[in-house]
């Protein structure tokens, strides 16, 4: 990799690190090429990516940026995951380190928060974007079914009290 190679990586990297709502840090000693095909696509559902890295042009790349206190994880054979949600890379990370051991959590951060192991898990537990504006979304809505089914209520009560007396006199 030529230098101008280099800095171009540190670009991009750089603008990962600062639009990343999480950024994912893990070691991926052992795993083979499927494996991480199998990491990359379940990332790339979750609207999140996967980015395998030198840790020294990491290191570079981070400084400056808001979650710069990552760089203590960056040695070894690191993978950076990361997503514009906050939640879906934790989420992804954490369920597959669950069914493969060769992927090894290290930490992360969440904007200038670093999370150790527990946070990362933590941060996995935690709804996503999607969960939270579907329970948004359904607590708006009831009120409003309620009300509708309050005001229909009287004339349906109305109707079957005409209804009986109808039935009576017949």
Do not use: W
Request: glycine share 8%.
């Amino acid at each position: 990799m030529d230098r101008a190679q280099k800095e171009k990586l540190v670009d991009e990297l750089g603008q990962i690190f600062e639009s990343s709502g999480v950024v994912v840090v893990a070691h991926y000693e052992g795993m083979t090429v499927a494996e991480m095909q199998d990491l990359r696509a379940r990332m790339r559902e979750a609207g999140g990516s996967v980015r395998v890295a030198k840790n020294k042009l990491a290191k570079i790349a981070l400084e400056g940026k808001p979650c710069e206190s990552i760089a203590d994880f960056l040695t070894g054979m690191t993978v950076l995951s990361y997503s514009e949600d906050p939640v879906a890379a934790a989420k992804v990370v954490q369920n597959y380190a669950k069914d493969n051991d060769k992927l090894v959590i290290l930490g992360g951060a969440m904007g200038e928060n670093a999370l150790d192991v527990a946070g990362v898990k933590a941060v996995s537990e935690m709804p996503s974007r999607e969960e939270l504006i579907a329970s948004i979304v359904g607590a708006i809505g009831a009120p409003a079914s309620n009300i509708a089914g309050a005001v229909g209520a009287p004339a349906s009560n109305i109707a079957s009290i005409l209804s009986t007396i109808e039935e009576k006199a017949a």
